[in-house]
C-alpha cells in the first residue's frame, strides 16, 4: 500500500485490515472504507477522503498497472525508427516517476564506474529528452478542465544508437 499508494499510515490500515478480517471476512468496499477511515488520525480524516490512496494502492496492485506501464514504454520505444518520438502522459507521481526513470535510462551513455580512465563499456545514449522538464498545463488549460493539474508529458527522441 504504501509503494503504491504513498500512503504514510498504510502499516497501521494494513494491520487494522487482518485484525477485522481474523473477525470475519471484508466483503464490501464500504467496510474496507469504514477500515481505513478508522485507522487514520481524526486529521487526517477532515483534510480529504482517507480511502482515495488506499483504493489507488489496491487497483494497481490487482491490475499489475505499473508492469503493463513498464512493458508497453519498452515496446513503445523499441518500435520506433531513429529519431522517432514517443510521448506519454501521466496521471499521478507514481506513474510520472516510472516514464522519468525508464526515459533517463534510455538517454544514459556510459555506465563504467568514474574512477576508469576511459569507456570499456562502449554503452551510446539510445535516446534524447525532447524537453527536459516535462509539460504541464497553463493557466488557461487548467481554468477549462481542472482535472488537468496532475498532467504531465514527457517526450523522449530515439536515437540512432542501439545497446542490444
Not at 488506499?54 to 513498464?70: G, K, M, Y
Not at 520506433?80 to 501521466?90: D, E, F, M, Y
Amino acid at each position: 500500500m504504501f509503494e503504491y499508494g504513498e500512503e504514510k499510515f498504510s502499516r497501521r490500515i494494513a494491520s487494522n485490515i487482518i485484525k477485522a478480517r481474523e473477525k470475519a471476512p471484508v466483503e464490501t468496499t464500504l467496510q474496507l472504507a469504514d477500515i481505513i477511515r478508522e485507522s487514520v488520525p481524526q486529521k487526517a480524516r477532515r483534510d480529504k477522503n482517507p480511502c482515495k490512496k488506499t483504493f489507488q494502492a489496491l487497483r494497481i496492485a490487482v491490475n499489475s498497472e505499473f508492469d503493463h506501464l513498464s512493458k508497453g514504454l519498452e515496446d513503445a520505444f523499441y518500435c520506433l525508427k531513429p529519431q522517432g518520438r514517443l510521448a506519454v502522459i501521466t496521471f499521478h507521481s507514481l506513474e510520472d516517476r516510472l516514464v522519468k526513470q525508464k526515459f533517463a535510462a534510455w538517454c544514459k551513455g556510459c555506465i563504467c564506474p568514474p574512477d576508469f580512465p576511459q569507456c570499456v563499456c562502449g554503452r551510446k545514449p539510445e535516446g534524447r529528452l525532447v524537453n527536459r522538464k516535462p509539460i504541464e498545463a497553463g493557466e488557461e488549460e487548467l481554468e477549462n478542465n481542472n482535472r488537468s493539474r496532475s498532467a504531465k508529458l514527457r517526450i523522449i527522441e530515439r536515437s540512432g544508437e542501439s545497446n542490444g
